[in-house]
């Protein structure tokens, strides 16, 4: 694990943008939790902000994945408009195998190969492809992602079906991730 | 009428619960277990969080809800991902 990411490192280091970014959404944030924009929540708000970005700025080199582009918000909706859909669709697959008497699974244990780059963008397709139908990542090495599918139909080509897994939300991540 | 909707929003949700537990009992390894929990405990919760926020009707509190929602689907990602990776090689060992 750590010696495949170590060969990343070099270009996970974070820039100036990106610390504005992470100052932005953490303000943000904090606004939401007060729930008013009276001008002290604010100023305190800028303050804390500013507190945790310095301090946990060195550890949070995992956010330099990030694309920071105008294009990058219009392919992240459209990433969570794909990742519903498909959430919705696991669950009912799922549910639909446990109440089912014959409880249909043929597990098995394929390979997917992942061309992003970045270590936040690998953790996300990670990620995507856990809540997904079928499958369930169980270890991430280097750009290949180890997955566990729940109903593997004998004489799959896998090449193709693992390609499948992967390509879709790769292609909206590609858009905001490295 | 928003309530009545509410309230049917939160039983579906309680139903990918059930279906959920139902599939840590009868599924037979590891792996298809978090199968059953990954899934269907999530769109469970947001069924859950759907209706609260329409029985609440608070924009800031539906934000809220959204954000634990969000929380909650990373977390239940990432700690079946350590479970799975943790049991395979463990597995690879023996």
Redesign the interface.
């Known amino acids: 694990m750590h010696t495949s990411h170590a060969q990343h490192h070099d270009d996970e280091t974070i820039s100036l943008p990106h610390y504005f970014f992470i100052y932005a959404v953490l303000f943000l944030f904090w606004l939401?939790?007060v729930?008013n924009l009276r001008l002290q929540e604010m100023a305190a708000g800028a303050l804390v902000a500013l507190a945790v970005t310095l301090a946990a700025g060195p550890h949070l080199s995992i956010f330099s994945g990030l694309r920071l582009e105008a294009a990058a918000p219009f392919h992240l909706l459209r990433y969570f408009g794909y990742f519903w859909a498909a959430?919705?669709r696991?669950?009912l697959?799922?549910?639909r195998?446990?109440?089912s008497p014959s409880?249909p699974?043929r597990?098995a244990l394929v390979e997917v190969r992942t061309e992003l780059k970045s270590n936040l963008g690998r953790l996300m397709l990670?990620?995507s492809i856990?809540?997904t139908?079928?499958t369930?990542?169980?270890?991430?090495r280097g750009d290949h992602i180890?997955v566990?599918w729940?109903d593997c139909p004998p004489g799959t080509d896998l090449e193709a079906a693992t390609r499948e897994i992967a390509a879709g939300f790769e292609q909206h991540l590609r858009g905001f991730l490295k | 009428m928003t309530d009545i909707l509410a309230s049917l929003l939160i039983m579906a949700g309680l139903f990918f619960f059930m279906a959920g537990s139902i599939g840590l009992l009868r599924f037979p390894d590891l792996y298809s277990r978090l199968h059953a929990l990954t899934k269907a405990d999530n769109l469970g919760l947001g069924l859950l969080i759907i209706g609260l926020a329409l029985h609440l009707r608070d924009p800031l509190i539906a934000l809220k809800l959204l954000l634990i929602w969000l929380a909650v689907l990373a977390a239940g990602a990432t700690s079946a991902h350590l479970i799975a990776r943790h049991a395979r090689r463990r597995e690879k060992h023996v």
């Open positions: 939401l939790l729930g959430l919705i696991a669950n697959d799922v549910a195998r446990v109440l409880l699974i597990p990670a990620n856990t809540l139908p079928g369930l990542s169980v270890d991430l180890l566990h729940i």
